[in-house]
C-alpha cells in the first residue's frame, strides 16, 4: 500500500477502468487517491448526446465504482462544472496533484480541458495528463506512427494498484436523465466492465469466426462483430488489454483448415484496433473536422442548406428506399449498425440527398452507442467526399440491399409495411405495377430518384476535385494525416493524387 502523503485526485473520463490504467497506478504510488467523475451537465445537454449513452454511462460508472471497492477506495460523484469542482477540491485539499489520461474529445471537451488546465495554473495545482492509447497529442509527424502504435499496444498490461483512500468528501447524486434534459432511453448493450469481459470472450472463442466475411451484413453483422465499440469508447476496456487477448487467442488457433477462418477473421479484426486510433490521431491533429471539410477546396462547393422534411425522412427511415430505412430503423432502434450500412446512410445523405454532413452526423452521433469523436467526424467526412484524399464511394442503395439482404429478411424485419410486396420487388417497391396508391400509414414513395441523384452529386464533387490547387492541398493532407504503414505511394511520386487510403476494404 503506498504511503500517506498529499490526496492525488484521479479524474475519470473516458477511461473507466482500474486495469491497465496508468494514470490510477501513477496517483497511488504518490499518495491516498481520490477517484472522481464529474457530471457535466452543460455535455449533456448538447444536441450529439442521447440518453442511451447517458444510460451505457450509468451502467459502467456502476461497474467502476464496485471495481474501486475491491480496491480500497470508492468512486466520488460530482455534479456540474469541471472547472468549479475540480477548483473547491483543490482548495479542500492543500498540495494535491491531478491525474488524468489525455481525452480525444470533441470540441467541448477541448474547451472544457483548456478552462481546466488554466484555473489548475492559477492555482498552482499539478495537473498530470497521461496518455492511455496509442494517439499522441502534439505528434511532429505521422512518420513512424505504425511502429509506435505497435509498440504501446505490445507493452505489458498495467496491473490493478491497491489503493489507500483519501479522506472523505461529499458525494453527489448520478442525475436521472431526465433532469439533463435527456430522455430516458435503454442503452442496448450491457454497460460496464463485466459485460465488457464477456462480450470480448464471446467474440474470441465463439462469434468471431466469420467475422471478416460476415461483417458487412447488418444481419450477420450483429452476431459475428466484435461489439466492443462502446465498451472502449469510454475506456472500460483498453486498446492494449484487447490486443493481447486477441494475440493470446490467435495462438490458440490451430493450424491448417480448421484455423483458416480465425486465423483471417482475427487479422482483419487486429487492423481494425489499429485504424480506430488512426482515425482518432485525425481529430486530435485537426479538432476542426468535426465542423469544417478536411480539405478546403471543397469549402466552396457547399450542399443544400438542410432541408428539413428530407432530413426528416432520413432520420425516422421514411425515405421510401427500403434498405436505407430498415438500416436506419434498426439504428434507431438498438444503437448499433455495422460499418457498411453506416458509411452508406451517411453517402446517401450526402449524396443523394445532397444534404451537409454536419447534419446527418449529428443524428448519428447521438444514434450510435458507441460513438466515438475521432473516428465519427474522420468517417463522416470520409463517406461524404470531403476529405479530398479518398475515393468518391456513393453507395447505391438498392444494390446494398440486393448484395447485403438479398433474401430481404431485414428489410421485412423492419419495414412491416412491405409485407404485401413480392420479393422481386421488395428492393424497389415504386416498380411494382401492382402497388395501390399509397395511403395514410403506408410505405412511403421515394423522395428521391437514386440513380440521377448519384449522378449529379458525382458530377460536382469531381468538378470540384478538378479545381487548381486542389491535388497541391491533397497531397499536404497525406502528408499530414495518412498512414504510413502498407504499400501506398507517396503524393511526390503519385503526382498529388488523391488516394484511397484506409477505406476499410468497403
Known amino acids: 500500500m503506498a504511503s500517506s502523503g498529499p490526496v492525488q485526485i484521479l479524474w475519470f ?19 491516498p487517491v481520490l477517484p472522481l467523475y464529474i457530471v457535466e451537465p452543460e455535455f449533456w445537454r448538447q444536441e450529439d448526446v442521447s440518453g442511451r449513452q447517458y444510460d451505457f454511462l450509468q451502467q459502467c460508472l456502476e461497474g467502476l465504482n464496485a471495481d474501486l471497492q475491491a480496491l480500497g477506495s470508492l468512486l466520488c460523484i460530482r455534479v456540474g462544472d469541471a472547472v468549479d469542482i475540480l477548483a473547491d477540491l483543490t482548495r479542500q485539499f492543500p498540495d494535491c496533484t491531478l491525474w488524468s489520461h489525455e481525452e480525444t ?30 494517439v499522441i497529442r502534439r505528434l511532429p509527424s505521422r512518420d513512424g506512427w505504425a511502429g509506435n502504435w505497435q509498440r504501446h499496444v505490445a507493452a505489458p498490461v498495467a496491473d490493478r494498484p491497491v489503493l489507500q483512500p483519501a479522506p472523505d468528501v461529499r458525494h453527489d447524486r448520478v442525475p436521472e436523465p431526465q433532469e439533463l434534459g435527456l430522455q430516458p432511453e435503454r442503452a442496448g448493450q450491457a454497460g460496464g466492465r463485466h459485460a465488457a469481459e464477456r462480450v470480448l470472450e464471446g467474440f474470441l472463442l465463439e462469434r468471431g469466426e466469420f467475422y471478416r466475411s460476415a461483417m458487412s451484413s447488418p444481419l450477420d453483422g450483429a452476431a459475428a462483430c466484435s461489439r466492443l465499440s462502446p465498451y472502449l469508447a469510454l475506456g472500460v476496456m483498453s486498446v492494449r488489454e484487447v490486443y493481447h487477448r486477441l494475440q493470446d487467442r490467435r495462438a490458440d488457433v490451430p493450424a491448417g483448415a480448421v484455423g483458416r ?18 482515425f482518432m490521431q485525425k481529430l486530435e491533429d485537426q479538432p476542426s473536422i468535426e465542423f469544417d471539410n478536411l480539405h478546403p477546396g ?11 422534411a428530407r432530413m426528416a425522412a432520413w432520420r425516422e427511415g421514411q425515405t421510401g428506399i427500403p434498405f436505407v430505412d430498415a438500416c436506419m430503423r434498426s439504428l434507431n432502434r438498438t444503437g448499433w449498425l455495422n460499418f457498411r450500412m453506416r458509411a452508406m446512410l451517411v453517402s446517401f445523405a450526402s449524396y443523394h440527398l445532397w444534404q451537409p454532413w454536419q447534419s446527418s452526423g449529428q443524428h448519428l ?27 468518391i464511394r456513393i453507395y447505391n442503395p438498392v444494390k446494398q440491399g440486393h448484395d447485403q439482404d438479398p433474401d430481404g429478411v431485414f428489410i421485412r424485419q423492419w ?59 491533397a497531397a499536404s493532407i497525406v502528408r499530414k494525416h495518412a498512414s ?22 468497403l
Not at 13 to 31: F, I, N, P, Y
Not at 266 to 274: H, I, N, P, T
Not at 368 to 388: C, N
Request: net charge positive.
Open 13 to 31: 473520463k473516458r477511461d473507466l477502468r482500474v486495469s491497465d490504467h496508468l494514470a490510477l497506478r501513477e496517483a497511488s504510488a504518490a499518495g
Open 105 to 134: 474529445g470533441n470540441a467541448w471537451t477541448y474547451r472544457r480541458d483548456l478552462a481546466v488546465a488554466q484555473a489548475l495554473r492559477n492555482l498552482s495545482v499539478e495537473w498530470n495528463e497521461l496518455s492511455q492509447g496509442g
Open 365 to 391: 452521433a447521438r444514434m450510435f452507442l458507441d460513438y466515438e469523436p475521432g473516428i465519427h467526424w474522420s468517417q463522416i467526412q470520409m463517406q461524404s467526399g470531403t476529405t479530398g484524399i479518398n475515393t
Open 298 to 308: 471543397l469549402s466552396g462547393l457547399e450542399r443544400d442548406a438542410v432541408d428539413e
Open 484 to 505: 504510413r504503414s502498407g504499400r501506398r505511394r507517396s503524393p511526390a511520386r503519385s503526382g498529388g493524387k488523391p488516394s484511397n487510403q484506409l477505406t476499410l476494404g
Open 261 to 278: 477462418h480465425w486465423r483471417g477473421s482475427l487479422q482483419s479484426f487486429r487492423s481494425r484496433l489499429q485504424w480506430r486510433d488512426h
Open 415 to 473: 419495414c412491416p409495411e412491405l409485407a404485401d410486396i413480392p420479393d422481386g420487388f421488395l428492393h424497389e417497391p415504386w416498380k411494382w405495377s401492382t402497388r395501390a396508391a399509397a395511403a395514410p400509414g403506408a410505405y412511403p414513395a421515394p423522395i428521391v430518384d437514386v440513380a440521377a441523384a448519384a449522378r449529379a452529386a458525382r458530377e460536382r464533387i469531381h468538378a470540384a476535385r478538378k479545381a487548381p490547387g486542389f491535388r497541391d492541398e
